[in-house]
């Protein structure tokens, strides 16, 4: 998995700034600079990119929660491996989709997926219907959430 990709693609997907990424960081009591947000952001090949965590992944998609759904309290929340599945159950969460607004996100990047096999990332690892997602399929919805959340603002 590509952390930094992934927070890239997410970024972009959302129109997020700097700024943004800042204060969604904060809504997690994890602060990191302009200049943190920015080395994360930058191209692998740049001198000032810094490799973002798995920990910086986390935390962030749990602002991303929390700035779009509200605090969480996470007394009962169980630790989990971050995941592909894990990565595209909070961006659910976060952007409070529904299974048809997933289908039509997948749609726009021409892959064809039933709501039945989007339920199946969210199941429990172990559960017969479960099913992974692939580092493709999460670039994918990534790339169509870019364009379902287009609003023709440059």
Do not use: W
């Amino acid at each position: 998995m590509r952390t930094n990709k992934i927070l890239q693609r997410i970024a972009k997907a959302l129109y997020f700034n700097v700024n943004d990424i800042v204060h969604i960081y904060e809504l997690e009591e994890f602060p990191k600079s302009k200049d943190e947000i920015r080395a994360l952001l930058q191209d692998e090949h740049s001198k000032k990119f810094k490799e973002a965590s798995y920990e910086d992944l986390g935390i962030f998609l749990d602002g991303l929660v929390s700035k779009k759904r509200g605090k969480l309290d996470k007394a009962n929340e169980e630790e989990q491996a971050l995941s592909n599945n894990l990565i595209l159950k909070k961006l659910r969460v976060a952007l409070n989709l529904k299974s048809h607004e997933m289908v039509m996100i997948f749609a726009l990047v021409d892959i064809e997926i039933s709501p039945s096999q989007i339920n199946a990332f969210f199941r429990k690892e172990g559960h017969k219907n479960y099913r992974p997602c692939s580092d493709k399929m999460l670039f994918d919805f990534l790339d169509g959430l870019e364009e379902f959340n287009y609003t023709g603002e440059e």
